[in-house]
């Protein structure tokens, strides 16, 4: 089983932290559909035929897509691949563009799973982010997308604003559990340096949190979260039993999936690709059947690692009897060589010859999995 992701770039503006490739330009939306069409067509081997369980439209903004451009795209989904088994489709969409009669329009689509980017509930920060809706629009769009009979919703926040007190991120918290959606993605802010925030960051427009109060806030998220009856199924992401991310967790599970538009990366397990992330060279690319790619192969060393990193966020843990089956036995050795001083510290716990991160070592979960590759 395999997953599609597919990138729409398009936005109406753009945000203040967002580091994702992303255009503004929307004359190139029709071109754009008929490109990621004819990608799905020429790559569509690149996953060896599998059967697809999950789709999923990130970006950009999906939601700057019509019912008329998605039908097309589904179209060439069911005649290019097979789709007979899929059971999840995601949308990210921005709250502002969920208005009652696009809501609608999404009915007569296969979508039945929503992803909203509302980042946060307090007016003041979503002016600093430079989002789109406010608050009340944020809060009418899950109203409206449960009341056409959306239940499988995501709402994202981000935490670790400028100037972001605890009791803010704790209204927040209780915002988001009031309005009873069954998944929550919660982000610490990152300062990514081709983003308008670092320029704001390195003029000395704002000051970062310190590291003090960033732990608190985390430790609010897991605690508040897990309280209300929330999964802490990956380091980010929060679920009610029954509503975990397939898509998602098949990146952290090591399911093959296909990238399809600008900057969209695939995996098949032998080699990653990524697409250009250039309209007009993508565009170029596609239109003379030579899809302007990077492939990275990956050797078993890289594959260890990556098998550490993915696996170690997740509440299902690293199996240690697959590391040997997969990767042998010095590197199974040496994987539990590496682990016992945080075995001993209580920051990686070993039950069922499953390792996995304890809660106190969640909060240094960077430098612990660090310490598991192979070097």
């Not at 897509?65 to 949308?91: P, V």
């Not at 919703?153 to 704790?170: F, R």
């Not at 609010?220 to 029954?242: D, M, Q, V």
Request: with cysteine.
């Amino acid at each position: 089983m395999a997953g599609i992701y597919i990138h729409i770039p398009f936005c109406a503006k753009r945000c203040l932290y967002c580091d994702f490739f992303s255009s503004t330009d929307m004359q190139f939306k029709t071109p754009y559909i008929q490109a990621i069409i004819r990608e799905m067509e020429l790559r569509k081997d690149y996953i060896d035929n599998e059967p697809i369980e999950t789709i999923y439209f990130g970006g950009g903004t999906p939601s700057q897509l019509g019912e008329k451009d998605f039908e097309k795209i589904f179209d060439a989904i069911n005649r290019i691949f097979d789709t007979s088994q899929c059971q999840e489709i995601t949308l990210e969409a921005n709250p502002d563009d969920m208005t009652p009669e696009y809501v609608a329009s999404l009915q007569k689509l296969p979508f039945n799973r929503i992803s909203m980017g509302v980042q946060s509930f307090q007016e003041k920060d979503l002016r600093f982010l430079n989002r789109r809706h406010n608050r009340e629009q944020a809060i009418r769009a899950v109203a409206l997308c449960k009341e056409h009979g959306i239940s499988n919703i995501n709402i994202d926040l981000i935490y670790g604003l400028p100037g972001q007190t605890l009791d803010e991120w704790s209204l927040n918290l209780e915002e988001a559990i009031l309005l009873d959606v069954p998944h929550i993605s919660a982000y610490h802010l990152i300062y990514e340096e081709r983003t308008a925030l670092y320029k704001l960051l390195k003029e000395g427009g704002i000051t970062p949190v310190d590291e003090e109060l960033s732990v608190s806030l985390f430790s609010t998220l897991i605690n508040r979260l897990t309280k209300a009856g929330y999964l802490h199924y990956e380091i980010s992401n929060f679920a009610r039993p029954g509503y975990i991310s397939q898509h998602n967790s098949s990146y952290w599970l090591g399911k093959k999936y296909i990238g399809i538009g600008a900057a969209a990366h695939s995996y098949n397990g032998s080699n990653r690709l990524w697409s250009v992330s250039s309209l007009p060279l993508y565009l170029k690319g596609i239109a003379t059947e030579t899809p302007n790619v990077e492939i990275e192969e990956l050797d078993e060393n890289t594959q260890y690692n990556d098998f550490i990193i993915t696996r170690l966020r997740t509440m299902w843990g690293i199996q240690l009897q697959k590391i040997k089956e997969l990767f042998g036995e010095e590197k199974w050795n040496y994987l539990k060589q590496q682990a016992e001083p945080y075995l001993q510290q209580d920051l990686l716990n070993l039950q069922n010859e499953t390792l996995k991160l304890s809660k106190k070592g969640i909060f240094i979960s960077d430098g612990i999995m660090s310490d598991l590759l192979w070097i």
